[in-house]
């Protein structure tokens, strides 16, 4: 059912309404991949592109879905070994930062059964949702995780993550006291796996994650020149956050 790996070359887009007005757009492109058989490639690509279960839920599996398995159990979940679709951010010349890395779980039978959204902010912190979409993809979950430094720890997110297809269409927004002061989209088209369309991508976006990661500090310290007020980040009473 989740054939084979693909690749999204995609535009990230971050809107922000309140308490000033602020707009980015960014350039990179994601993995569409079975977290169970990530792709092989021929080992000159390796350096390209590897997924480290390191990387993901607490670090310490053999596997990424032996993380993901971990996590759903916590909450009752048993897939019963049925299909999982990972989109995320590769690990790239050593480097890797997936603000959002998701999980479309399905049952044995291939109906969807959740999905996981596993957040990553600057900090070295990571934290995962459990999601139950409704028939058109949106789901409603209480934030729970320092992500901005301008914004707190309360509100909620409403999500639109339909499984991608062709195309590639994400829409998260943080819903506070009535309003969306923050609204982020993932917009991308499907390409096959091949070494020239690696290739390609590595060229027009060459460290990819490192940019992403780069980016989101840049944008941060424009906010801050703007006089926009820092949130204290809340302690962690643990390094891993997904239960």
Request: aromatic share 8%; net charge positive.
């Amino acid at each position: 059912m989740t054939g084979p790996p693909a690749l999204y070359p995609c535009t990230v887009a971050h809107v922000r309404t309140s308490p000033t007005r602020y707009a980015l757009r960014h350039r990179t492109y994601m993995w569409l991949t079975d977290p169970d058989r990530p792709p092989r490639l021929p080992y000159a690509l390796r350096p390209l592109a590897r997924f480290d279960p390191r990387d993901h839920f607490d670090g310490d599996q053999p596997s990424i879905r032996a993380g993901l398995d971990r996590f759903l159990a916590a909450h009752g979940v048993d897939l019963r070994g049925g299909p999982v679709l990972m989109l995320a951010h590769a690990r790239v010349l050593g480097h890797v930062f997936n603000p959002l890395t998701l999980y479309w779980c399905h049952d044995p039978d291939g109906t969807p059964r959740c999905v996981v959204a596993e957040v990553h902010n600057t900090y070295g912190e990571r934290h995962s949702y459990l999601l139950r979409p409704d028939g058109g993809g949106t789901a409603r979950t209480r934030k729970e995780f320092y992500v901005s430094p301008f914004f707190p720890v309360d509100g909620a997110y409403r999500m639109r993550l339909p499984e991608p297809g062709g195309r590639l269409d994400l829409t998260v927004h943080l819903e506070r006291a009535g309003t969306r002061p923050f609204t982020a989209t993932v917009r991308g088209t499907r390409e096959a796996v091949t070494t020239g369309a690696l290739l390609r991508q590595t060229l027009r976006h060459p460290w990819s994650t490192v940019a992403v990661s780069a980016a989101i500090r840049l944008h941060g310290i424009r906010l801050r020149l703007r006089g926009l007020p820092v949130q204290p980040r809340p302690r962690r009473r643990a390094p891993e956050t997904t239960r």
